[in-house]
């Protein structure tokens, strides 16, 4: 049963133009989120994250946006660069963390020219 | 800062082998977990340890073991491997339980 959906595997996006990767999860529990952007043959990078208190996060082209009662997020990166070609993870945890991160499967990102 | 680092990069092992997978933490996290991400997949949680105690654990069998030393690196071993156990694993350090992971870049392991 996987708590962590990303149902696109992959996405392709015009540079300029703003990504936008979705996310469903299934565990209320959850109370903290996070997306991950992974190179091949490098491990994950921490992109940003959001507390269940918030419905919405910035961090320069990176927003973040939740909808509890829908159990959705959503990462926008505006404008998109030839550099997020990549593959991008959605993660949660709940309580202390102490049962780790759950992942989704991920999204290959596809900047075009 | 120095970051996450894990060794070996990749390894080839035979079916039935034992194996232990190396991280030494970004300096000054306590606290460090293992993933392990099949082709394909996101990365699983196998288990996490706090200050050399294990205090979280995922849905792997008991071959699957792991230490956490007093200056915070760890090891991952993984007995009587099977051809499934072929995957990247993964190390994670953060300072707090609850707080932002750093990762490593991996190590490849292939069961043959």
């Known amino acids: 049963d996987q708590q962590v959906k990303q149902n696109s595997p992959s996405l392709s996006v015009q540079e300029g133009r703003i990504s936008i990767l979705n996310c469903d999860y299934t565990?209320?529990?959850?109370?903290?989120f996070l997306w991950y952007k992974k190179y091949p043959a490098e491990g994950p990078t921490f992109l940003i994250s959001i507390s269940s208190i918030k419905d919405k996060n910035e961090d320069g082209r990176f927003t973040v946006f939740l909808n509890k009662s829908a159990k959705h997020l959503s990462l926008h990166i505006v404008p998109s660069q030839p550099g997020d070609s990549a593959v991008y993870f959605c993660?949660?945890?709940?309580?202390?963390?102490?049962?780790?991160?759950?992942f989704g499967k991920g999204t290959h990102l596809i900047i075009q020219p | 800062e120095t970051g996450v680092t894990q060794s070996p990069t990749h390894l080839i092992k035979t079916r039935g082998q034992q194996v232990t997978l190396r991280c030494s933490s970004q300096s000054g996290h306590n606290t460090v977990s293992w993933y392990q991400q099949a082709l394909g997949q996101g990365p699983q949680f196998i288990f996490q340890y706090y200050r050399e105690e294990e205090n979280g654990r995922g849905n792997f069998p008991p071959r699957f073991s792991g230490l956490q030393f007093p200056n915070y690196s760890s090891e991952l071993n993984v007995n009587a491997l099977e051809l499934d156990d072929s995957a990247l694993y993964l190390c994670?350090?953060?300072?707090?339980?609850?707080?932002?992971?750093?990762f490593g870049s991996g190590t490849r392991l292939t069961v043959v």
């Open positions: 994670a350090s953060s300072s707090r339980i609850n707080y932002g992971y750093t």
């Open positions: 565990n209320s529990m959850f109370d903290y």
């Open positions: 993660a949660a945890y709940s309580g202390g963390g102490a049962d780790g991160l759950t």
